[in-house]
């Protein structure tokens, strides 16, 4: 979990004070100065808070990055989105959220990561690459809606536009090279194949899906990459594709064929929510085997302790809990990641302690 909050914020643990504003969307795309005048209200707020708590800290590094993003148009123009605001005297970065959140203003010594953390912690916000044997798109995930990523005029939608109209028998543009697999060689320019040529053509064809996906810029998030396809086509592409952040453990195994958004949208939520649920069910039983040992820790004060000693392996956090003011549970939970261990904010259930918070610990104490 570190590793994935440090490729969104990898200056986390920079010098403050910082600044961390949550913005929720309206979730209305047209109502971009809706968005901006919330956004206004949470800059004020923060204004107010900071000088309180930091009377002789220099405000106006922050109060111009926070202008700039405010008449950043891109920001509030691209559909609703949240967005997480993170600024300390030198840097500032926004990281697009994939859910509902409340507007917020936090000002302390460590960024505001629940939201980031909540973010990722279950497959909530994620690309989905649709793919057929001789076309795909691509979407972006988040609020659990489809919103589909607009694709260059050079992108290799179709088979067609990849490889060209002009084919030889085995499928492939005439004069232009030849794809070597193992002992199966599809060669161009009509040079009979000894494997079947439209699976060839598939190889072909999904390498250069992949080979644009790779060097291009549209997946401009740092976000995992689910595969929506029949099992057939998503074996052959798992096996030669190079994106780092695909999941090979996950997959939606149906055809986007026709590429209807909602049943695509219908098909990828049953198969997160079933993964998710998988998580969930882990994360109790994994709780439930510290019990049994003795190796966990309820007590609010004494989690605070433990964390800055390394001692805590997950550290499972109740949404009752979570306060606006609660800096003390933000700071635990960076301990947790520096550390090496995991944070998850759950619903409630009375296994998580009076103080709605439960620390597994690496050890005995």
Do not use: C
């Amino acid at each position: 979990m570190k590793k994935r909050i440090f490729d969104q914020l990898n200056w986390l643990n920079d010098e403050g004070p910082f600044i961390t504003i949550v913005s929720p969307a309206t979730f209305v795309a047209t109502e971009m100065n809706k968005d901006r005048l919330h956004f206004k209200n949470l800059m004020r707020d923060v204004r107010d808070k900071f000088k309180e708590k930091y009377p002789n800290v220099n405000y106006d590094p922050y109060e111009s990055a926070l202008n700039d993003f405010y008449e950043d148009r891109s920001l509030w123009g691209v559909g609703a989105q949240s967005l997480l605001f993170v600024i300390n005297k030198t840097k500032s970065d926004v990281i697009s959220l994939g859910i509902e959140v409340t507007p917020h203003a936090y000002v302390g010594s460590v960024p505001y990561i629940i939201p980031l953390i909540q973010d990722i912690q279950f497959l909530t916000h994620f690309y989905l690459l649709t793919l057929n044997r001789d076309s795909f798109k691509l979407y972006e995930v988040r609020d659990r809606n489809l919103h589909e990523v607009n694709l260059p005029e050079d992108a290799p939608s179709t088979l067609e536009g990849a490889l060209g109209s002009d084919v030889s028998v085995s499928g492939f543009p005439h004069g232009s090279g030849r794809v070597v697999q193992g002992d199966n060689r599809g060669y161009y320019g009509g040079v009979g194949a000894t494997r079947d040529e439209r699976a060839v053509d598939r190889l072909n064809y999904f390498y250069a899906v992949d080979r644009f996906l790779n060097e291009s810029e549209v997946l401009e998030h740092n976000l995992p990459i689910e595969l929506f396809a029949l099992p057939e086509n998503r074996s052959v592409y798992l096996d030669l594709s190079k994106l780092i952040n695909l999941d090979r453990d996950m997959g939606i195994l149906s055809s986007p064929e026709d590429f209807n958004s909602s049943k695509i949208l219908e098909e990828t939520l049953t198969a997160i929510e079933m993964k998710n649920k998988r998580t969930i069910t882990h994360l109790f039983d994994t709780l439930d085997r510290y019990k049994t040992a003795g190796r966990i820790q309820n007590d609010e004060s004494k989690i605070s302790e433990l964390s800055e000693y390394g001692a805590v392996s997950s550290l499972y956090i109740t949404k009752e809990r979570l306060d606006p003011d609660d800096y003390q549970t933000n700071e635990i939970a960076i301990n947790v990641l520096n550390s090496g261990g995991d944070v998850y904010v759950l619903n409630h259930d009375s296994r998580l302690g009076p103080d709605k918070m439960t620390a597994l610990l690496r050890f005995t104490v």
